[in-house]
T-cell receptor, first 109, second 113 residues
Framework: QKEVEQDPGPLSVPEGAIVSLNCTYSNSAFQYFMWYRQYSRKGPELLMY????GNKEDGRFTAQVDKSSKYISLFIRDSQPSDSATYLCAMWDTDKLIFGTGTRLQVFP | EAQVTQNPRYLITVTGKKLTVTCSQNMNHEYMSWYRQDPGLGLRQIYYSMNVEVTDKGDVPEGYKVSRKEKRNFPLILESPSPNQTSLYFC????????????FGPGTRLTVL
């Protein structure tokens, strides 16, 4: 079993839709949870990070962590074609950053 | 401009021919790391370095070497490349600490024939 599991998609939604991206993990010691966005032919860029359980909101993006279920989510409201990218969850394991496989999102006009 | 640079961006080589991919950052970051990205497998860490002269294995270190002689540079060395090392490679850097953002380079696409 992988330490971090993420549905690879692809996920295709119309502009304006609410998007939900999810990851599950197996190591209960993980405390720092991050979402990176990767556009085609580019390196990943940090979108949001959260510590421990709870919600964090930044504009149209909300990150949610449920440590009891070992489940994290990223919600995108009012999705735009410019949100089309691969979204990777990531978690710090002491000094190593463990990534999910990434979910490819396509938002069509 | 704050950035992580990698060279070369594209490389086609043959089995067994030693190569080095350079990585440099200008943000005075202590932490640097190398990842490979493969379809269906995502980003996997190869090696990381907490600071100068300190390196540690990531999840897929076999067939790779690194060195950290200066804070800004972290080259990735493939002594005898094989076709299964064909991949997209990313270098990243950040401040040390378990929650710090990693800044990624633009990637190096390597093909080993």
């Amino acid at each position: 079993q992988k330490e971090v599991e993420q549905d690879p998609g692809p996920l295709s939604v119309p502009e304006g839709a609410i998007v939900s991206l999810n990851c599950t993990y197996s190591n209960s010691a993980f405390q720092y949870f991050m979402w990176y966005r990767q556009y085609s032919r580019k390196g990943p860029e940090l979108l949001m990070y959260t510590y421990s359980s709870g919600n964090k909101e930044d504009g149209r993006f909300t990150a949610q962590v449920d440590k009891s279920s070992k489940y994290i989510s990223l919600f995108i409201r009012d999705s735009q074609p410019s949100d089309s990218a691969t979204y990777l969850c990531a978690m710090w394991d002491t000094d190593k950053l463990i990534f999910g496989t990434g979910t490819r999102l396509q938002v069509f006009p | 401009e704050a950035q992580v640079t990698q060279n070369p961006r594209y490389l086609i080589t043959v089995t067994g021919k030693k190569l080095t991919v350079t990585c440099s950052q200008n943000m005075n970051h202590e932490y640097m790391s190398w990842y490979r990205q493969d379809p269906g497998l995502g980003l996997r860490q190869i090696y990381y370095s907490m600071n100068v002269e300190v390196t540690d294995k990531g999840d897929v270190p076999e067939g790779y070497k690194v060195s950290r002689k200066e804070k800004r540079n972290f080259p990735l060395i493939l002594e005898s490349p094989s076709p299964n090392q064909t991949s997209l490679y990313f270098c990243a850097s950040g401040f040390s600490g378990g929650y710090n953002e990693q800044f990624f380079g633009p990637g190096t696409r390597l093909t080993v024939l």
